[in-house]
């Protein structure tokens, strides 16, 4: 999906209209300088700076004010003294440069065709290039949203894990207190036990005593 262009016609417009009222020809303005100065894609860029161009020649054309009669007169006049002289050589002159024309137009136009069809197909490439790069973009922008997400689960589950590891710590401290209270109900059942077998032995020689004594009164 094509993303809104960030800068709009006037932006560029703007640029362009600075730079000629600066003395600059419009016609010297590259794509690249354009992009630079302003900014966006490189096929937009392209677009404007061929309007432009046309505009602003259209323009001039317009200001160009119509010719004087008093200039029409001096060109007749000018016309009419150097005619007799550059007819003589003007069959010679003419016939060389209408062939020279001739090649040339010829040259120029297979060059510039071969220019325009070079040009579309760049201007092609560049707008694949460009959606990719959106596409690109919008991939990216998706990738970072379930990183964030990830690493929101991953802090909960640190959290948890922290949790856990104050009630293993908690657990951990209650084997302690068991172990140690064990320990010492251990150390009294052995008092216990002692103390028991010193009553049952004081019970014997107690036992011992009464039976000698009953004994001798017989």
């Given amino acids: 999906m094509a993303r ?28 690249s300088e354009l992009q630079k100065a302003v900014g966006g894609k490189y096929s ?8 432009a161009q046309n505009k602003f020649v259209e323009q001039q054309s317009d200001l160009t ?3 004087p009669v008093w200039f ?25 440069m209408n062939e020279s024309i001739k090649d040339a137009t010829v ?26 790069c959106d596409d690109q973009a919008a ?10 997400k990830a690493l929101d689960e991953v802090s909960d589950l640190k959290s948890g894990n922290a949790g856990l590891k104050s009630e293993v710590s908690g657990w951990k ?21 002692g103390a028991l077998v010193d009553a049952r032995s004081e019970r014997d020689i107690l036992k011992g005593k009464v039976q000698a ?4 009164k017989k």
């Fill in 4 to 31: 809104p262009e960030k800068y709009t016609e006037d932006d560029y417009l703007s640029w362009l209209e600075l730079q000629v009222e600066s003395g600059r020809s419009v016609k010297r303005i590259s794509v």
């Fill in 44 to 51: 937009r860029c392209q677009e404007v700076l061929t309007q």
């Fill in 173 to 193: 401290q209650q084997k302690a207190d068991f172990a140690d209270q064990l320990s010492a109900t251990q150390g009294d059942l052995k008092a216990a036990e």
């Fill in 139 to 148: 991939q990216i922008e998706q990738l970072q949203t379930q990183l964030s």
């Fill in 213 to 216: 004594y009953e004994s001798s």
């Fill in 107 to 132: 040259i120029f136009e297979d060059r510039q065709a071969d220019y325009e069809s070079r040009l579309s197909e760049q201007l092609d490439q560049i707008r694949t290039l460009e959606a990719n």
């Fill in 72 to 96: 029409r007169d001096f060109v007749t006049r000018l016309s009419e003294q150097t005619r007799e002289a550059a007819e003589s050589q003007w069959f010679k002159i003419g016939r060389g």
């Fill in 65 to 67: 004010p119509p010719m």
